[in-house]
């Protein structure tokens, strides 16, 4: 599957459905019952730091920063629908930034060395080149610092439900491995009445990576959020898997 295939087809979903995803996964969330900066702290006191982000979406995680004083904010992303709905939301909020529609893949012109701040909160698993998009973001960041980042766990993509019949007795929700951890290739998946084309990466895919950017991984989050975990009786299937295994995973690295 072509790169340029890819991109195109994420792009034109993206640009098709911006307005279902407005306002969803966006700071202070990281994702799906997962735990929230409220909890996590990652990123500390922003104000009067410089932030990028990629992938911004509908800017609701640059207005997060902006009510949280950082000083500057820039984002891009791939869909120029996306990023309309994140200028009229700002402007409307009275808040700054400077928006660029581009390709993560690709350097548009983004200042070197310049950033306190690089996030992403469920964006770079759209990447198709990992490594030259890590090798960009650690290019934007000044020396020590810091990039967060979200994005689906690679179980999630694994491990479905089932419902087993055996003999007289039934086991509901039982876990079933759908999918090879160690299969990295692209596949298709329908959403709404679009199509999306995601790649489903191991865990060492991201850290090894980001180690050759000149990182260094200072907190990894596997977790489900509390709610989910002391979660009882009738609860939905999403749920019953976060108490199972992490459905999001989250990672804080800084810049050598």
């Not at 800017?59 to 990023?83: C, F, I, M, P, V």
């Not at 020590?144 to 419902?163: E, K, P």
Request: aromatic share 12%; glycine share 6%; proline share 3%.
């Amino acid at each position: 599957m072509r790169n340029e295939e890819i991109i195109e087809t994420n792009k034109t979903y993206w640009n098709d459905h911006a307005d279902l995803w407005f306002g969803t996964t966006a700071l202070p969330e990281y994702g799906v019952r997962f735990p929230t900066e409220d909890d996590l702290h990652l990123f500390g006191d922003v104000s009067g730091k410089s932030m990028l982000e990629i992938c911004c979406g509908s800017g609701h995680s640059l207005l997060y920063n902006a009510n949280r004083g950082a000083k500057e904010l820039w984002g891009t992303d791939l869909s120029q629908k996306q990023l309309d709905n994140a200028s009229k939301l700002l402007e409307e909020s009275g808040c700054q930034a400077k928006l660029i529609c581009a390709k993560m893949e690709d350097d548009p012109g983004i200042p070197k060395e310049y950033f306190d701040y690089v996030y992403s909160i469920y964006g770079i698993g759209w990447t198709t080149d990992l490594q030259g998009t890590f090798d960009k973001i650690a290019s934007y960041l000044k020396k020590d610092g810091i990039f967060i980042f979200s994005w689906h766990h690679t179980m999630n993509y694994c491990i479905a439900w089932s419902i087993e019949e055996r003999k007289d007795i039934f086991f509901d929700d039982k876990p079933v491995m759908m999918k090879s951890y160690y299969d990295e290739s692209h596949f298709r998946m329908p959403v709404h009445d679009g199509e999306i084309i995601l790649c489903n990466r191991k865990m060492s895919t991201y850290i090894n990576a980001l180690a050759k950017a000149g990182f260094v991984i200072e907190q990894l989050v596997e977790e489900s959020d509390k709610a989910s975990l002391e979660a009882t009786g009738d609860i939905d299937i999403k749920t019953k898997k976060a108490k199972w295994m992490p459905l999001s995973f989250c990672i804080k690295a800084r810049k050598l």
